[in-house]
């Protein structure tokens, strides 16, 4: 098996071919469908034939939009990347359209033909979603950060619930005539705030500002040239310039700013990167901010990602920025690497210190430039509740946890307490030390932490550890690989706390937990008893579910 197979996934997530069986109540599940590569002949195999809905007033079934062509759309939900899912008027023929929001009556044209459906461009709405709202955010048309600003809150919740429930019942194959089902699927838990809840944005730098064009035509005198800001949605190489993000923290706008301000001065002699002829210095700047201990104010790290160490390049910039009080870190990664990752080879400390503190669950976690952080500490607040209460654990001290995709050890960390000891297993060695680190800053003892890659796994995986009482899962979007499901299904703990950002490969991964996997012979054996979807990120696509299983 492919070591990394699971990465192929996000390509494979759309089936709208699902629909044609469909009422249209499960858009959402059949486009967000993940499936394991080894399983890519089942019977979800597109059909071009199946895409019409069969609703009576269809056209035949040949009917299929041409590229370039404007049509009148009907959105009816939103599909798992915060795509609206629309009809053709008068046929069932399936579009996906970006920003369109359930409900919406809209102008799109074509833009792309897929085997049975098409993708467009919102044009204009007739007549819009009756929860829509005027978004706050003047970049939110463009931005590819927040999707539906401009949908009301209360929608954008009702509408992440009804996916997690159509991924569940279609990818996860739990059956909503189960008389238990729908005390097992809870109620989205909101988050109370809203805006500035995001405690790490990265920022790119770029060698031509990307204008939408109807700005274009508004500032069509102006000559726009370097961007610091956001990329535009599915380009890696246009950047929307953004002075300010209603995501991020207040300090954080402020260094945004004063960066802003500064870096395009030809005297300082500083040149974004350019992703294609790969000439230029800066790649990224990244603004994380955390928790002084002592006082609770913000306190922030500011990370340049450069093509090269000359760090004489960046000192205007350090003398600037450092005289914000909040700012107690300005790293340097340097990636020589053409890649547009933001992790680099080498890291420097340009001022102050090279971690900043955040407080999560009453512990103190140090956290560095690349280590994993949850990104809305006000929320994750309430997910880790959220996880303590599915663990269950006795509190006399007397079970084991093993903690999956631990990253820097906060959740392993806020369980240690009241368990015997903690197990942490994750591939990011900075991450590993950062949890090792953590431990001792908080003075627990009872916790090992283990660099190494779950997709690896083999069968001494299991020898180091103690048969486990619970285990947390909180894999990145990918879900688990099979040779996970396969450890966890012979392991048998007696329960899995499944934390996931993913609900698409979340429910793959219960139904295989559950129901096994038919096609290799492999038993389920455990029962879902709940799933909680967390909103982490308000105005995103994007969801997190915490669920929990018991052996059956
Ligand atoms: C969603 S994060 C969860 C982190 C942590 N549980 C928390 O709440 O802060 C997923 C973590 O899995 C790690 N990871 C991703 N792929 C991995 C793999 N193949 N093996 C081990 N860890 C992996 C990532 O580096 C990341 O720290």
């Not at 996000?10 to 967000?32: D, G, H, M, N, Q």
């Not at 404007?70 to 053709?88: H, N, Q, R």
């Amino acid at each position: 098996m492919r070591a990394h197979s699971l990465r192929h996934l996000t390509a494979a997530t759309t089936c709208p071919w699902l629909l044609k069986r469909r009422s249209s109540s499960c858009v959402a599940a059949s486009l967000s469908f993940t499936q394991h590569p080894e399983q890519e002949q089942d019977q979800t195999k597109p059909n071009k034939t199946n895409n019409n809905s069969n609703d009576g007033n269809s056209k035949p079934s040949s009917y299929f939009p041409k590229r370039g062509q404007e049509l009148e759309l009907v959105c009816e939900s939103l599909a798992f990347k915060g795509k609206g899912v629309c009809k053709v008027a008068d046929t069932g023929f399936v579009v996906l359209c970006d920003r369109a929001l359930p409900g919406e009556k809209l102008i799109g044209r074509i833009t792309r033909k897929r085997d049975n459906y098409a993708e467009a461009t919102k044009l204009k709405t007739i007549s819009p979603h009756l929860d829509s709202v005027d978004a706050p955010c003047e970049y939110a048309s463009y931005c590819g950060g927040c999707k539906t600003q401009n949908l009301s809150y209360e929608a954008q919740l009702r509408a992440k619930e009804q996916q997690v429930h159509e991924l569940i019942i279609h990818v996860g194959k739990f059956s909503d005539k189960d008389p238990e089902f729908f005390s097992i699927m809870k109620p989205i838990v909101p988050c109370d705030i809203q805006f500035h809840y995001r405690n790490k944005m990265e920022f790119s730098f770029g060698s031509k500002t990307w204008l939408p064009k109807e700005s274009f035509q508004e500032k069509g005198d102006r000559k726009e040239n370097y961007a610091l800001g956001l990329h535009a949605p599915g380009f890696f190489d246009k950047v929307l310039n953004v002075e300010k993000c209603l995501l991020q923290s207040e300090p954080a706008d402020m260094v945004l700013a004063a960066v802003q301000d500064n870096w395009r001065d030809p005297q300082l002699g500083l040149s974004p990167y350019d992703v294609h002829s790969h000439v230029g210095y800066l790649k990224h700047l990244m603004l994380r901010t955390g928790r002084d201990v002592k006082t609770g104010l913000p306190e922030l790290m500011v990370n340049f990602v450069t093509s090269s160490y000359k760090p004489e390049l960046l000192e205007p910039l350090v003398e600037k920025i450092s005289s914000i009080p909040e700012v107690v870190s300005i790293m340097n990664n340097v990636n020589t690497s053409v890649g547009n990752t933001s992790v680099g080879e080498e890291e420097h400390t340009l001022y102050g210190k090279s971690t900043i503190t955040e407080i999560l669950r009453g512990l103190t976690f140090e956290i560095s430039a690349n280590s994993f952080f949850q990104t809305n500490t006000h929320q994750a607040e309430v997910l880790y509740k959220l996880i303590e209460d599915c663990a269950g654990l006795r509190g006399d001290g007397s079970e084991i946890v093993l903690d999956l995709f631990c990253g820097t050890g906060t959740i392993g960390l806020t369980l240690a307490r009241r368990a015997k000891h903690v197990y942490g297993y994750e591939v990011v060695p900075q991450a590993v030390s950062d949890a090792c680190r953590n431990a001792k800053l908080n003075g627990i003892s009872n916790a090992t932490f283990v660099q190494g890659d779950l997709n690896k796994i083999n069968e001494n995986f299991g020898n180091d550890f103690p048969k486990p009482d619970i285990v947390i899962s909180d894999p990145n979007r990918p879900g688990m690989h099979m040779k996970l499901i396969k450890f966890l299904l012979k392991l048998k703990a007696p329960r899995i706390v499944y934390v996931s950002c993913n609900p698409a490969t979340c429910a793959r991964d219960l139904d295989y937990l559950c129901h096994g996997v038919i096609e290799k012979n492999i038993k389920g054996c455990y029962k879902l008893k709940s799933l909680q979807p967390v909103d982490m990120f308000p105005h995103t696509p994007h969801i997190e579910c915490v669920c929990l299983l018991e052996l059956s």
